[in-house]
């Protein structure tokens, strides 16, 4: 894939300070400093991956730009909001669609099977949001939204309930530990790509230690 010219380099800066200012006051699990994770994930993808490096970038910057979890469930938001700005910036049409295609179809519509649409760009994107759930940032996301939720941090006598409904694991109210065996887990084994199939093995382990750490010190050991 050709690198990327001197006019996509800048407007892929154009818009990490438009997202930047955007997300400013955004809650802390999808904020700016999340996108820049994304961003950093896709570009650590793409070194080893063939695809489209001014699509993958533009999307993961512009991905979360309107969560529908804001606009009353309207997935239609962000992919408008991304198009708009990008259309301001003179960026030819097929790159525009493709970017909201992806956007659109990373998003929870996309995920119940509801919108067909595949690329290779899409695969790095998705990956590389992927990567920022596990981890030791995964770690720091999955405490962070259990403390905004006021959900316990683990609980011995609650159970884990794997391959719950989307609608029933959204009602939970398990404790976060729980959330590791419910998803984080289970993420290393849905990435798209080789590149990000090697990324996840390694933050998976991290993962493992931590609840290996966890369950020591819980059970009173050194
Ligand atoms: P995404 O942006 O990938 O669709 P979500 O909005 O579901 O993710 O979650 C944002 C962050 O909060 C992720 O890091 C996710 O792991 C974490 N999170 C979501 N649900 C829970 C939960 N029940 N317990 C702990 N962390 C959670
Ligand atoms: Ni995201």
Redesign the pocket.
């Known amino acids: 894939m050709a690198p990327k010219t001197d006019k996509q380099n800048d407007i892929i800066e154009k818009t990490a300070a438009f997202v930047a200012e955007k997300l400013k006051d955004a809650e802390s699990?999808?904020d700016w400093w999340h996108i820049l994770r994304v961003w950093n994930n896709t570009k650590l993808i793409l070194q080893e991956e063939e695809a489209d490096a001014f699509v993958c970038e533009l999307t993961a910057l512009l991905h979360?730009i309107a969560d529908s979890?804001f606009h009353g469930g309207d997935e239609t938001v962000g992919p408008r909001v991304a198009g708009e700005f990008l259309s301001s910036l003179q960026v030819e049409p097929s790159v525009i669609e493709h970017v909201q295609q992806i956007i659109l179809n990373m998003s929870?519509k996309a995920s119940l099977g509801e919108v067909g649409f595949h690329s290779k760009e899409l695969e790095v994107v998705q990956d590389a949001?992927?990567l920022?759930?596990i981890g030791a940032n995964?770690v720091a996301?999955?405490f962070n939204?259990?403390g905004y939720?006021n959900?316990e941090i683990y609980n011995p006598e609650i159970p884990v309930i794997e391959n719950q409904s989307k609608e029933a694991y959204k009602q939970?109210t398990?404790p976060?530990i729980n959330?590791f065996y419910e998803?984080?887990l289970l993420l290393k084994d849905k990435m798209n790509t080789k590149a990000a199939k090697n990324i996840a093995a390694g933050r998976h382990q991290f993962m493992e230690s931590f609840l290996q750490q966890f369950y020591g010190e819980w059970n009173g050991e050194r």
């Open positions: 699990g999808h979360d979890k929870y949001d992927r920022d759930a995964g996301r999955a939204y259990g939720k959900r939970t398990a976060t959330h998803k984080l």
